[in-house]
């Protein structure tokens, strides 16, 4: 009897990356700007999130201040056009995307951040700024395969967590529920990256 098999991926996550995200120059500039900002703001990720004061040194919850500097601005600006094409790629209604936050972050080599999600949140983006020798990747994981991946070896789709190592100055774009974390890393000098969280408006429409 000689029947056709098919295989379906189905429940994939959309992982959307953007290389080559913005002009060298303005890069350049956002690694001088998170230099001078990181002398003079103190974000909340220390107070936040389990890593304490091995958190990347970061503008966590300081989004009056984050908006308030152009270049960062310019950068959300980007991340919510790169966010509504990646809806429009997904087929999703025409909703009015929104950038509720965004933050900086950066790594020495005693740094690390825990695996953590966005709540609140639909679309969540990194920017990876600057990437010397020896930064960390960030490890995704699956959830729903942590306790149920015997074929893990097997197959690639079977995986419950994946290391991803991101060239520099591209973008992510994920969905936000998915885990993930940025373990410690060997480099020198300072890994600098931006995270955003983009929401649609009529999910929350009296969010400021």
């Known amino acids: 009897m000689n029947q056709q098999v098919q295989i379906s991926p189905l429940f994939a996550e959309p992982f959307c990356v953007i290389q080559d995200a ?13 230099k001078k900002y990181s002398k ?4 909340y990720g220390e107070d936040a999130w ?3 004061k091995k958190s990347p040194t970061n503008s966590f919850a300081m989004d ?3 908006r308030s500097v152009k270049e960062f601005k310019e950068l959300a600006s980007l991340v919510l056009h790169n966010c509504e094409q990646v809806a429009k790629g997904l087929g999703m209604p025409e909703f009015d995307w929104r950038v509720s936050n965004g933050w900086y972050n950066s790594y020495n080599k005693n740094n690390y951040q825990e695996f953590h999600v966005h709540p609140m949140s639909y679309f969540s983006v990194i920017y990876f700024c600057k990437l010397p020798k020896g930064s960390a990747p960030v490890i995704f994981m699956n959830s729903t395969q942590e ?4 074929s893990e070896a097997s197959n690639d789709c079977f995986k419950s967590k994946i290391d991803i190592e991101f060239p520099q100055n591209s973008m992510l774009i994920f969905r936000s529920h998915v885990l993930h974390k940025v373990p410690f890393g060997t480099n020198n000098e300072d890994r600098i990256t931006f995270s955003f969280n983009v929401l649609p ?3 929350f429409p009296n969010y400021a």
């Open 40 to 43: 003079k703001w103190k974000g």
């Open 147 to 150: 306790y149920n991946n015997i």
């Open 22 to 34: 913005i002009p060298e120059d303005m890069r350049k500039i956002l690694i001088s700007k998170v």
């Open 50 to 52: 389990s890593s304490g």
């Open 64 to 66: 009056a201040e984050f």
């Open 201 to 203: 408006q009529p999910i």
